[in-house]
């Protein structure tokens, strides 16, 4: 059996964009609920560890709403989506300037984009999708410049990095990895330009403290708005066995989906049990061309050295990687590990292209069927029964096993964010059950 290129690329292509646009989530985050409340009534608009994500849909909702009605979360659910498919056409712009390949770039695309990170927060309404995209923008923008050093390019660089980090803090670290491939270029102009544009993202935080927050600007003030997600009691991070145990399920779980949901999958739709040996099969064609073909290159170092964009790239994962292992190997700060991969990976190793095929085919089969489709066609967890007879009952009181995820729907159907009628089981030692 061999994989057609063109009706491969045709497939898959559209199969992730379909995924991407027309599959949203019907069980979103806890996060993500609130993320859409704040939008739908313009309370929070500026989070410190995500500053533009919720005034960037506020401002589209605002717009949209003007011409007809529409549903906040759909519609934030739908932006990712977008965004989602944008990053792909950049990453693909990407490894065509890198390569002059125009199959490899199409093949390394899909692979990232098949990857479960990109396609899980692309259906959900949460903020990791649109940095990504930013990012991207600015890593296309830096390796313009290392082929044509001409300045405007980093006059881009410096914006979209900036953006990136504006819309999730956690982007940071790929912003480091681009100053250091600035160093690396060894073109002082660029790097001055470059840092003298990242001072855009203090200014923002400055503007929004001064005036959205109406505090005064001191040094004090300001780093504590800056860090104020890592004071809160959301934060989790200390160093221990956890990471080691935890990190790399969530590495994997970056690719494919693993979750106990997988069980109750089965069990909801049966069929999907014939699904088993073609992946089983898919999965040994890949394994067995990766095998036969996978070689790595000697000459990894004096080639790095002659290739900073790679180079850079291989800095941005581990720093990526690293944070999201000492934040107990968050899956959400290792989205945009698959588009890092595919960007320096292929400097240091050759596979015969088979056997990416084969593992892109057998993740989006797997990631569709037992992630992506499953949280679009059930309901899981059937919240919206309790949340109206909440609202039924305004005096009230509630103990919840999930207290904050019902606290978020509530807010988010009625405006009311007072939570004090909701009290978390788990703190009280009672195993109740709602």
Known sequence: MKVHSRLYHILIGIALVSIYLFFPSANLSLDGIGYGADVKYGDGLFAPH????NFFNFIIFRFVSSFFEVDVLQMMQFLNGIFAVASLFILYRIIFLQSGDNKKAALLTFFAGASFGIMRFAVEAETYVIPLFFSLLASLFFLRFIHSEKIYNVFFVGIFISTAILFHQVHLFWGIGLFVGFVLTKNIRALITFSTLSLLVPLVYIFVLVFYNETAFTIPNLFRFLADYYY???????????????????????????HGIVIEVFRLMPILFGLIPVLVYLMYKSVRYFWTSLQFKSYIFSLLKKTPFELTHLIVFLLQFLFAFYSHGNSEFMIMLPFLLVLFVPVIFSVDVLAVKYLTITMVVW???????????????????????????????YILKEPYLIANEYYYKTGDNDFSRFIDANEIGTKVNL
Do not use: C, D, M
Not at 375 to 385: D, L, T, W
């Open 367 to 397: 990631n569709f069927f037992f992630g992506i489709l499953p949280n679009h066609v059930f309901n899981f967890q059937n919240n919206q029964a309790l949340v109206q007879h909440i609202i039924k009952h305004p005096k009230s009181i």
């Open 232 to 258: 809160s009691a959301e934060a989790n991070y200390h160093f221990g066995w956890v990471n080691f145990l935890i990190t790399p399920i969530t590495f994997f779980r970056t690719f494919f989906q693993v």
């Open 50 to 53: 995500h500053l533009l994500f």
